[in-house]
């Protein structure tokens, strides 16, 4: 066998060995993973020092990886997987319709133990040097266009110094910028929070390695993420971005969507807030779908 | 923009951020990556649990990784590719000659700290169950077959109990089966090791749980290491595999080739061994070729 022909036996030798025992969707995602593995190997050529330097970086993204630090999740985000994956699931779920809120992507700083909050509480409880916004809106049905009472607004946003409670413990308490909303029986949630703040992935680690290697700024625009759900409806996740921010062409984790960038406009007669933003979310009942993405 | 033109545009998207200033060669090796990664996650309609469990997934690589379990490379290996990429890398180099010694895969259990030996040294330093072998052969040129004086042959390979000296402190001193050998003024080596054992990965850690998932076994099929090096010639780094080894058709790397299945005979009037292996090396000369792989 000559060694023109070795190089393409070796991909259907890996294929082959999978066991019979291994399950349909695990030989189909791993048949379709190690096909495309190959063939970017072969396409550039792989040398065997730029081999090495590939499985040295892929330990070094674990070794990051802490309880308050997902890097494996970040560099995922900033090679655009995760927005490519929630966009797919989006197809699947909505394609006969095409209305419902756009999804974004989750990223890494979600937490499961935010609060239950009462609508008009403020989710600021730590001091801060942002503009405070009063976010509302209806959450309704996408086929009936009815209200959704008792939908769940899940929200969390970095602070005015881009920091995230669990990143920032010498100056935010647990859970601040972080609680969960219901909608009440008009299907209207109300809350008070921060106009967002841009601000950059760390300076250090695997992510930004390769970010510096590519030529690449570190920054995300200003956003404020959402998960909104209830029994009855596909949940939606996603973020909302200021339309006065200078990174939203250019995301570094491109999750930045036409809908979901809105508008803040001043906030008249409301001695606890400067910003008002208003943000209607359509959800899609989970009768009408394939498959939802969570 | 519809749900599956967003598909499509995300791929583009992050390929067009890599900005002026990143390598020609990283923009190539990366703009590929990316394609495959995408086209890989289209093609499987890849699910928001199962992209969270392969970011997990490769954070547990580097978690598993210490200085002397390098889980990366295993995974790596276990997918085949360290081996595509020692074959990529041999094409390159061998295309016009295609009979200089094939390479095989470095793996991950090399050092560079192994002593240098006198011909007819054994390296088996430590006790063992195994059989003793002299091995030996003559190191040549491609081009002119004359022999090649000065010649390093580096040697390592596991103890009878599959395992190498840095993985069994207990049983093994350091560098026990390890040595360089240099070709004397006939290009001939020889010395005294084992004929190797067939081992298995390890059970546990990522890569066993990969192997478990795809329904496949963790064996390696016995081998002795190579890496045969001259100032003026391409290095080699290839594995010798006995014959009678049931696992040199499933080996868990894909790292045998034909030539390099050997055979072990009677070893006559010796009392220091039992077997003998003959084993000549073939190297090209360094102005021959395009690139070297190391």
Chains 1, 2 share one sequence.
């Not at 189909?28 to 040295?56: I, K, N, P, T």
């Not at 909050?117 to 730590?126: L, V």
Request: net charge negative.
């Amino acid at each position: 066998m000559s060694a023109s022909e070795e190089v393409q036996k070796i991909t259907q030798q890996v294929v082959d060995s999978f066991g019979p025992l291994t399950t349909p969707r695990m030989r189909e995602v791993m048949s379709s993973l190690v096909r495309h593995l190959h063939d970017f190997a072969r396409e550039v050529s792989l040398q065997y020092d730029e081999w090495e330097a590939g499985v040295r970086y892929m330990n070094s993204v674990g070794q990051a990886s802490t309880p308050t630090r997902n890097e494996g999740h970040r560099l995922s985000n900033i090679l655009g997987l995760e927005s490519l994956v929630t966009q797919i699931s989006y197809v699947v779920a909505a394609d006969s319709t095409q209305q419902a809120t756009s999804p974004s992507i989750l990223g890494p700083f979600w937490s499961p133990y935010a609060p239950y909050c009462e609508n008009g509480d403020n989710i600021a409880r730590s001091p801060h040097q942002g503009q405070t916004c009063v976010m509302h809106g209806h959450v309704t049905d996408l086929r009936t266009n009815r209200a959704i009472p008792n939908a769940i607004v899940d929200i969390w946003q970095a602070s005015s110094n881009g920091k995230y409670d669990f990143q920032d413990t010498e100056n935010q308490e647990p859970m601040n910028l972080r609680g969960k909303f219901h909608t009440n029986q008009h299907g209207y949630y109300y809350f008070y929070c921060l106009k967002p703040t841009a601000y950059s992935l760390p300076h250090d680690g695997p992510a930004w390695e390769l970010l510096q290697a590519l030529d690449r700024h570190s920054m995300r625009p200003a956003h404020i993420h959402l998960m909104v759900s209830h029994p009855e409806y596909v949940p939606v996740i996603t973020q909302l971005y200021p339309d006065d921010d200078p990174y939203i062409y250019s995301d570094t984790v491109f999750a930045v969507k036409d809908d979901l960038v809105v508008n803040f406009t001043p906030r008249e007669n409301d001695p606890k807030a400067e910003l008002d933003l208003h943000f209607d979310i359509v959800l899609e009942p989970a009768s009408n779908t394939i498959s939802s993405f969570l």
